[in-house]
């Protein structure tokens, strides 16, 4: 599903990743390690073109998503959820809304709005506080609703960039066991992230990024 050869990304004198080669299948679940400036947030930013590399290909399905038209960038993202640390909810409204927001640009009934927002807010447990404002919900609540917002419109692949690491470790298990639950529905899960004991104890598959580059590759492993 998901294919880096040769990657590099370079920011002035500063090489961010250098020469990455990956494949990750679909319906897998990784985790995406490695000490600070690594190179782990920019790996997920070039998987949904935030940025481009400055060299290589990133094959996603049939595309090279290198080479995709800017206009065409907003397509690419409807096929894939992006959770992040800080949430980025519209805090003066309710759950319900900061879901449909994603999808209400799509053409669909109210009807069919209203479905898929139900959905996923029972996927992360939080249906009976739809109508909830964001800014009333506790850290792990706004996770939470953030990874339905991801999940609205069904992608098949699902990045989050340290999904947990504003969380105290109830909340963080919480959230994992959330995506690891949307991941044996057939979701590829990409998850970057520091929190050791989340690692360890899911014992997923583990890339270990060192000074932009794959240093390690371990099925079932854990932080180190």
Same mark, same amino acid.
């Given at each position: 599903?998901?294919?880096?050869?040769?990657? $590099?990304?370079?920011?002035?004198?500063?090489?961010?990743?250098?020469?990455?080669?990956?494949?990750?299948?679909?319906?897998?679940?990784?985790?995406?390690?490695?000490?600070?400036?690594?190179?782990?947030? $920019?790996?997920?930013?070039?998987?949904?073109?935030?940025?481009?590399?400055?060299?290589?290909?990133?094959?996603?399905?049939?595309?090279?998503?290198?080479?995709?038209?800017?206009?065409?960038?907003?397509?690419?993202?409807?096929?894939?959820?992006?959770?992040?640390?800080?949430?980025?909810?519209?805090?003066?409204?309710?759950?319900?809304?900061?879901?449909?927001?994603?999808?209400?640009?799509?053409?669909?009934?109210?009807?069919?709005?209203?479905?898929?927002?139900?959905?996923?807010?029972?996927?992360?447990?939080?249906?009976?506080?739809?109508?909830?404002?964001?800014?009333?919900?506790?850290?792990?609540?706004?996770?939470?609703v953030s990874i339905a917002r991801a999940i609205v419109n069904g992608p098949p692949l699902l990045i989050?960039?340290?999904?947990?690491?504003?969380?105290?470790?109830?909340?963080?298990?919480?959230?994992?066991?959330?995506?690891?639950?949307?991941?044996?529905?057939?979701?590829?899960?990409?998850?970057?992230?520091?929190?050791?004991a989340m690692v360890d104890y899911f014992r997923k598959r583990v890339l270990t990024l060192e000074d932009g580059q794959i240093v390690r590759d371990v099925q079932a492993?854990?932080?180190?």
């Open positions: 599903m998901i294919q880096l050869r040769g990657v $590099t990304k370079k920011y002035k004198n500063n090489y961010a990743l250098r020469n990455v080669n990956l494949d990750i299948m679909s319906g897998e679940f990784v985790f995406i390690t490695g000490s600070s400036g690594a190179g782990k947030s $920019t790996l997920l930013k070039l998987l949904y073109r935030e940025e481009i590399p400055t060299a290589g290909t990133i094959m996603i399905g049939n595309s090279n998503i290198v080479a995709l038209p800017a206009e065409r960038v907003p397509n690419l993202r409807r096929c894939m959820g992006i959770v992040f640390q800080d949430y980025k909810l519209l805090m003066n409204q309710s759950v319900f809304d900061n879901c449909a927001y994603v999808i209400r640009t799509l053409g669909m009934s109210s009807k069919e709005i209203a479905a898929r927002v139900m959905g996923a807010l029972k996927v992360v447990g939080l249906h009976e506080k739809m109508n909830a404002k964001a800014s009333e919900l506790s850290g792990g609540e706004q996770q939470r989050a960039d340290e999904p947990t690491g504003n969380l105290d470790p109830k909340n963080s298990m919480e959230i994992m066991q959330i995506l690891e639950q949307i991941n044996l529905k057939g979701i590829t899960v990409i998850v970057s992230t520091h929190d050791h492993g854990t932080y180190e």
